[in-house]
């Protein structure tokens, strides 16, 4: 089978979030003798572009309403991701550091969606599935389908997952002209609320549905992410399927980037190591149990309520814990923990940005990891804190729920219920007490390193999926 993903991140190419992750995996995972997989991302400014051999294999000129934009598909030569990578190259629109936030975001991800269609309809070899993951390629299935230019993709079945629905790609219909031409009678497959939304027209024109977890599709189904009843609507296409992680990349016993590696066998004297360096980074006692916290700092996440809880806790436990934080996002939120700075400098540190180094040696060198988000599709943090033995403290929550049971359920975290101060104060709480109890953290440790949530399984139901999408186009 000729798999096509396209997206927006891969990791480590370029990365913001858990949608990077999986792109950069899932696809090495699929590829084998039988199928060969490949991934389309746009070019940024990054440099896994500068520092890598790319050949140019495609050029040609893309067309956003009035405006033309030259693009070029890039090829990665050496194939040392484990598939095959494309960057689609369009200087004017992505040749910038960051990967979003940009005023002209529609225009850059439309003009993305754009070139790689043209692209691929030129090509020889139509694939025979094309996977698009999350609202910036979420225009690929309407396109193809409605759009006569491109005709010739007109069969080839398309699946979008939703990483993350909160995000949809809306803008208003003054753009329509954007798009190429089309018999406006299939207008509606665009629209959701008078606006042009990216990902209602994907849950609209895709084959199927997936989201990152079961239980964030329940949710969806029913939380106000404004899409609920077209959701409810396509009930019969969708399903959850929970991601993986990478377990070449994601291995205490082998990570570059520990200074320490440890293995199941070794994980209590590994961790207190792994503490003792992060510590030190941090001038913090490592003899007190961490509680960290890695991710976007914004609402959704949960980060709002972090610093009146680090402050709770901080004046409870006096110098008997210690936090860290590593994030960015919300401004105010930034500041709120910068400002913690001022007043606890020996037990607390916040590092305002990305670092990926620094997220592996928090994951290996935690006790506890807090993940209080409001909403969380999957969440990848919990699998890679089990993975490093550390203990997830979630709220139960999409594919947080999945994955965590509480270890007074004789499960492998601590879970909560509400998103506020007093319960995850109430967790941490708790979490001290199981701290001080050896046997019983070594338990729930383990019992986390044993959890597999390895990409084998679930690639293997992507492709499951892929072939009976394929099965009911040759049956229609
Ligand atoms: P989301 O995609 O919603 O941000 P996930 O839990 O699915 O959340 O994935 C988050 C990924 O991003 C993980 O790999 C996590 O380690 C990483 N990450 C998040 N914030 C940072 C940061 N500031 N520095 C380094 N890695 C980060």
Known sequence: MEILHVGAECYPIAKVGGLADVIGALPKYQNNAEHNVSVAIPCYQTTFRLKNDFECIHTGKLKLGHFKFPYSVQKETSNKLGFELYLIEIPELFDRPNIYNYKDDI??????????????????????????????????????????????LKNMPAIITIHNGIYQGVFTFNKLYYLPEFDLINI???????CINSLASAVKCADEITTVSTSYLNEINYSDNGLETLLQRVRHKSRGILNGIDLDIWDPENDPMLETNYSINTVNEGKQKNKEQLCSLFNMNPAKPLFSFIGRLFNEKGADLLPKVIVSALTAYKDNINFLILGYGDIEIENQLKQLREIYNYNYHVHIGYNEELAHKTYAGSDFILIPSRIEPCGLNQMYAMRYGTIPIVRRTGGLKDTITDFEDDGNGICHDQASVEDIYDTIDRAIHLYLNKDAIGTIRIKGMQTNHSWTNVSQEYLELYNLIIAKRHEN
């Open 107 to 152: 225009e850059r991800f439309l003009s993305f969606q754009i070139a790689v269609l043209d692209w691929i309809s030129e090509r020889s070899l139509i694939p025979d599935i094309i996977h698009c993951h999350d609202h910036h390629t979420g225009l690929i299935p309407f396109m193809k389908k409605y759009c006569p230019k491109y005709e010739k």
């Open 188 to 194: 509606k497959e665009l629209e959701w609320n008078n």
